[in-house]
């Protein structure tokens, strides 16, 4: 049996463990909430073991047209931190705000990004549901310079949050920017070796702009940028003739949408589906997207083997 002179010594390296300022218990986790799965990531890369994330749209969810739920509502009401992604993604987050009685600080992920115009003429603006994003797409994260904005701005929150955790933000963040500067690397070598001529393929929705303007492989989608929005027979029809003067070489799938109108595009067009992209929500952590830069290598490698390669 512990003499109780050797107790004590136990209980004080205990007690001293726990208050390293990278070491964090269970219970005194900073409880944050993220409103969508790739968030969820990038501020799990930052906060590491001093954060306990939540977030609220999940793995394969689609933010565009997410109901909250009471679990939602009682996450938010414990979270010190709630990041979100702004730029009108997220569409149903101020009524769940205000009917959780939430206090915690709440940071947008795109403070500093310049947003682009998102692009409707490809879609019937009227067939949607209400869903507004105002004129700036909010699918910054498609362009890594942009991710690299994100994470300064979530290690900002954290530091002000919990400052006796900044030295850890610090640390985490400047070691995950680096790993963000290999992969751009590796992206815009992956776009270097398709030949220009085949930059250029369909995806469901209009998810990929800042990719477009960042890397330089044009996407076409016949939906605008919410997948609420619904695509007409006559932009499938001028989507078809599109594809067949321009030679695009490959149709995507999203793991966001319904994939019968792509597959409608590829049997009337006679262009090939180059497999699933990850666009607004992260795969669950057996999947091939799993994180943030998971998801970026998966996207850019289905990318290079679809457009890649040449007629045979």
């Known amino acids: 049996m512990m003499n109780r002179r050797a107790f004590a010594a136990c209980l004080a390296a205990g007690l001293a463990l726990t208050a390293l300022p990278g070491v964090a218990s269970a219970q005194e986790k ?71 009685g939430a206090k915690a600080t709440v940071a947008t992920a795109t403070k500093g990004i310049k947003p682009i115009e998102a692009e409707e003429e490809g879609h019937d603006a009227k067939a949607g549901h209400g869903h507004d994003h105002g004129h700036d797409d909010p699918h910054a994260w498609q362009s890594i310079t942009n991710a ?24 985490n963040a400047a070691a995950y920017l680096a790993k963000l500067d290999t992969l751009e690397s590796e992206v815009k070598a992956a776009v270097a070796r398709i030949p220009a001529e085949r930059r250029k393929a369909i995806t469901t ?4 702009g800042y990719f477009v303007k960042a890397y ?12 609420e929005s619904e695509a007409s027979a006559k932009d499938v029809a001028r989507i078809i003739r599109q594809i067949k003067a321009q030679k695009v070489p490959a149709v995507f799938l999203e793991n966001v949408t319904n994939p019968r109108l792509i597959e409608q595009i590829a049997k009337e067009s006679g262009a090939k589906i180059g497999g699933t992209l990850y666009s607004d929500a992260l795969s669950d952590a057996s999947g091939p997207a ?23």
């Open 30 to 100: 900073v409880p944050v909430v993220a409103s969508f799965s790739i968030l969820a990531d990038l501020v799990k890369q930052v906060g590491g073991d001093r954060v306990a994330v939540t977030s609220l749209v999940g793995p394969n969810g689609d933010a565009h047209v997410y109901s909250p739920t009471p679990a939602d509502a009682k996450a938010m009401a414990a979270a010190k931190l709630v990041v979100i992604n702004g730029l009108h993604l997220e569409g149903w987050l101020p009524r769940l705000i205000k009917s959780s």
């Open 148 to 171: 690299r904005i994100y994470v300064a701005n979530i290690r900002d929150a954290l530091d002000a949050a919990d400052p006796a955790g900044k030295a850890v933000y610090d640390a």
């Open 205 to 208: 929705h209009d998810a990929f």
């Open 216 to 227: 330089g492989v044009e996407f076409i989608a016949p939906q605008g940028v919410s997948t």
């Open 290 to 312: 799993g994180t943030y830069i998971d998801m970026m290598k998966h996207n850019i490698s289905e990318i290079e083997k679809a457009l890649g390669a040449g007629p045979a």
